[in-house]
């Protein structure tokens, strides 16, 4: 298996150019960013998001072909991407953005660099631990955990997709520039409720260093599927792990199960 860490170079990668900006000037202290979240839309960044309580719902998915714009669990929210043709569901107190928008982590030395991110994003408690870390009166927000869906372009098949994404994730988001300390599963071969087979592994840090309050382990588990076109694409979690309120794996393996197919059209793909 090829190096997972680098993904702007290899094979199933999301990258996207970083748009050029002017610099910010300089605002009071109560300024904040979003250190861990570079959500792009196709002409400008959005800032840091609202934070939220998670619920888990009891009511299982409906039966018969889904309706991708509806949530398949009672009182959840849908997360549809109509790039890669999917859709997802989430529980009520997550906040879904936009599907142009983009989620990434760059590279600590080299901020001009994304090393991995995701579109269609859902955040929950986004501001779950916030720090104005270097004393420049800008406070930066780290989220508990995260959601979306990414490209694959070049994937032979969908372990590859899991194997190279889940641990960049870890690295990108808990422990750069330490790629020691990032462990992952072998590949679990999964099909979700609504038929879509693919590829999963989970991917975590054991002993990231902690510069900060808010820097510590965390984990990834991502997906790896073809869409209705064909093509490879991913399902990503990636979250904060031995806190309090941390998202535990159950919550997010339900999420998982609701992935489904949205062709272009955005009527249901019937599953197999």
Known sequence: MQNPYQQPDQPGALYQPPLQQPPEPRQ???????????????????????AVTAVIMTRDE???????????VAGWKTVVNPKYGTSFDVPPDWEVLSPDVFSGHGDDKDPDKILIGHTAPAFYKSEWCSIDAD??????????GSV??????????????????????????FTQPDKSVVKW????????????????VKA???????????AGDGQAIVFGFKNSEGAFAAWDFYGRTGVPGAI?????MRILSTVRLTPPTGTPTPTP
């Open 62 to 72: 409906q039966d018969g072909p889904p309706d991708p714009s509806k949530p398949l």
């Open 185 to 200: 599963d072998k590949p679990v071969e999964y099909t979700t409720k609504y038929g879509l087979k693919g590829t999963y």
């Open 135 to 144: 004393g420049d009166g800008a406070v930066s927000d780290f989220p508990l």
């Open 28 to 50: 009071p202290p109560q300024r904040r960013t979003n250190r861990l979240t570079m959500a792009l839309t196709a002409l400008m960044a959005v800032g840091a998001i609202a």
């Open 148 to 173: 979306g869906t990414k490209g694959a372009e070049g994937a032979k098949d969908t372990t590859e997709v899991a194997e190279k994404n889940a641990p960049t994730w870890v690295y990108a988001a």
């Open 204 to 214: 975590r840090s054991e002993g990231a260093k902690q510069p900060n309050r808010c």
């Open 248 to 252: 535990p794996d159950s919550l997010i």
